[in-house]
């Protein structure tokens, strides 16, 4: 019964990708698909870069208020912290999924985000997931339930069953290609505090900022904490993660620590439009491209003909032309111009 149920889920959820939805309307459908079969209270899943883990948005079943104080404590627990069953950790396992209480008691009463930040709402049990595909994570997410029955062995097998197709459905979701809107004109530069907590910002950054809300509330909230909290706990004392702004257009959400003034531990994060090769990098990875067709996909957008490509990447001209063939047939187009177009335009 269960297995029956997962692929129906399986189905259903491939079935809500294919209908080009973006991001958060995907998850708001699938976190339903997966009630049907798992119910919860309340539930959390978030898009992140599948090159840095960093959260890029933010979908939460119920209304789900998130002040600043408690997007930097999530964050700082999450990416700094010792917490148990972190999406990076469940990463490592052959099945990214796991319920608080299988995590050692004494890792349990000592969790910042179960005691300070979930028990106060009226969540007690937890069930977590990284939705991974080809051994990339294109999203993470959190299911809760008040006090009363913890989740089941089945309930944990049936999530796990559906981790691979939400991750390709997150990776359909971002190739949903949306309508230009001009950038604001202006640098985007913010100081944030050791908490991720806003301190200055440029004029333009106010107005980026602004659009942001408007467009997901409190969205950019997590974003924020998650890139600050990487940084700090990065030895480098950096960090960058790729999300689209209000307007659909892919950025570069980047915080760096600064080595001067009187707080050290201050951070600047600068938003930047996304580079050619950060957007085409993504894209590439989300229609499922092998490392070796990306090497030929790069070399095409760059122009070259199949005899340098072939010189350049030291495999035949025959090679070359069975990864174009592979690339037309992931990326659903027939010709080098339009495989271009695809992805640049």
Not at 104 to 120: A, C, E, G, M, T
Not at 131 to 153: H, K, L, M, P, T
Not at 171 to 196: E, K, L, T, W
Request: charged share 25%; proline share 5%.
């Amino acid at each position: 019964m269960w297995e029956e149920r997962a692929e129906r889920a399986r189905r259903e959820i491939a079935g809500l990708a294919a209908g080009g939805m973006d991001l958060a309307e995907l998850y708001i459908a699938a976190l339903a698909v997966v009630r049907q079969a798992v119910p919860f209270d309340q539930g959390c899943w978030a898009g992140v870069d599948p090159d840095t883990l960093g959260m890029t948005s933010v979908t939460n079943w119920r209304p789900w208020p998130v002040t600043d104080e408690y997007a930097s404590r999530f964050a700082e627990s999450e990416y700094t912290g010792d917490e148990p069953n972190t999406f990076k950790e469940l990463l490592r396992r052959p099945l990214p999924v796991a319920r608080i209480s299988d995590a050692p008691h004494r890792d349990v009463v000592h969790s910042v985000r179960i005691n300070d930040l979930l028990v106060p709402l009226g969540l007690e049990h937890e069930l977590r997931a990284a939705f991974r595909v080809d051994e990339a994570c294109w999203g993470v997410g959190s299911i809760f339930r008040e006090a009363g029955q913890d989740f089941s062995d089945r309930e944990v097998e049936f999530l796990g069953a559906v981790t691979a197709t939400l991750a390709a459905a997150t990776r359909v979701a971002v190739r949903v290609q949306r309508g230009p809107r001009p950038v604001v004109d202006g640098p985007v530069i913010v100081i944030a505090g050791m908490h991720g907590e806003l301190r200055a910002a440029t004029p333009a950054a106010v107005l980026w900022l602004a659009e942001v809300e408007d467009a997901a509330p409190g969205g950019f909230t997590m974003t924020l904490h998650s890139v600050v909290a990487q940084a700090h706990a990065s030895v480098s004392g950096t960090a960058r993660a790729r999300m689209r702004d209000a307007g659909g257009n892919w950025v570069v959400l980047q915080a760096s620590r600064l080595i001067a003034g009187d707080d050290p531990e201050q951070m600047v994060v600068t938003v930047e439009p996304a580079s050619s090769h950060d957007v085409v990098s993504l894209l590439l990875a989300a229609y499922g491209v092998s490392a070796r067709e990306r090497d030929v996909c790069l070399e095409v957008l760059s122009g070259n003909p199949t005899a340098d490509i072939a010189r350049n990447l030291f495999i035949s001209p025959h090679t070359v032309h069975d990864h174009l063939k592979a690339l037309y047939g992931k990326l659903g187009v027939g010709s080098r111009g339009e495989l271009v177009a695809k992805l640049l335009v």
